[in-house]
């Protein structure tokens, strides 16, 4: 497809577990970003790509979360000893290089952490 | 730090009525983007409209218009002929002029449609 696609879709998980999440840009888009929406809420920063380097890693909430670019592809965001807290729906977004083009979203992962 | 305030968590209209969401923003510069996207159930963030700050006309996209009043950091979205459709989540963002960079969002206004 043409849009950025996100899996899985949903992903349930015991508490403690590492859990891998994944997102493929539309194709030629640069800059790649990761966003969490907590229940009710507005989005939450947490990592920005451009290319296959994070110039802004700030929004990360701890060393729990890593993610990695490959390629100036795909990207994996990882959580390694899930909390309950770290349930959420996981956006992740992409735009191509020139300045403040709008970032387009995928459909995002929802993570529930038992 | 950039903040977006929307004061509106909730609201509803009649379809075909016209309607209008607030947000106001916090920022000390000059440059920048702003943005309403629309989040269905789908979870899908829909992009509606976006205004660049340095422009003073105010962006329209079909039945949405903004309201952009750079001097008092207030952005609203006016939806007119409201459609059962329009019924989602919607979310004012900022982007900083400086850099292709990170969104910052509020907290958004739950738009109901009503037949």
């Known amino acids: 497809g043409a849009g950025v696609s996100q899996s899985p879709s949903n992903k349930v998980t015991e508490k403690g577990k590492d859990v891998e999440l994944r997102c493929d840009p539309i194709?030629?888009?640069?800059?790649l970003y990761w966003y969490r929406q907590r229940l009710g809420q507005g989005l939450e920063f947490l990592i920005y790509?451009?290319?296959?380097?994070?110039?802004?890693k700030s929004g990360l909430p701890s060393d729990r979360f890593s993610a990695e670019r490959t390629g100036e592809s795909v990207s994996t965001l990882t959580i390694q000893r899930t909390q309950q807290e770290d349930s959420a729906v996981y956006l992740c977004?992409?735009?191509?290089?020139?300045?403040?083009?709008?970032?387009?979203f995928g459909d995002g992962t929802r993570l529930s952490i038992l | 730090a950039q903040t977006v305030t929307q004061s509106q968590p909730e609201m509803s209209v009649q379809e075909a009525e016209t309607v209008t969401l607030s947000c106001t923003y916090d920022t000390s510069e000059s440059n920048y983007y702003l943005f309403w996207y629309k989040q269905p159930p789908s979870r899908q963030m829909i992009l509606v409209i976006r205004?660049?700050?340095?422009?003073?006309q105010n962006a329209t996209e079909n039945r949405f218009s903004v309201n952009f009043q750079k001097a008092a950091k207030s952005f609203s979205l006016k939806i007119s002929d409201s459609q059962l459709g329009d019924t989602a989540m919607y979310f004012c963002a900022f982007e900083s002029g400086g850099s292709n960079y990170k969104l910052t969002f509020g907290k958004g206004t739950l738009l109901t449609v009503n037949p």
């Open positions: 194709s030629g888009h640069t800059a």
């Open positions: 977004a992409s735009s191509p290089r020139d300045a403040n083009q709008p970032q387009h």
């Open positions: 205004q660049e700050a340095y422009k003073q």
């Open positions: 790509f451009q290319g296959n380097s994070a110039p802004d």
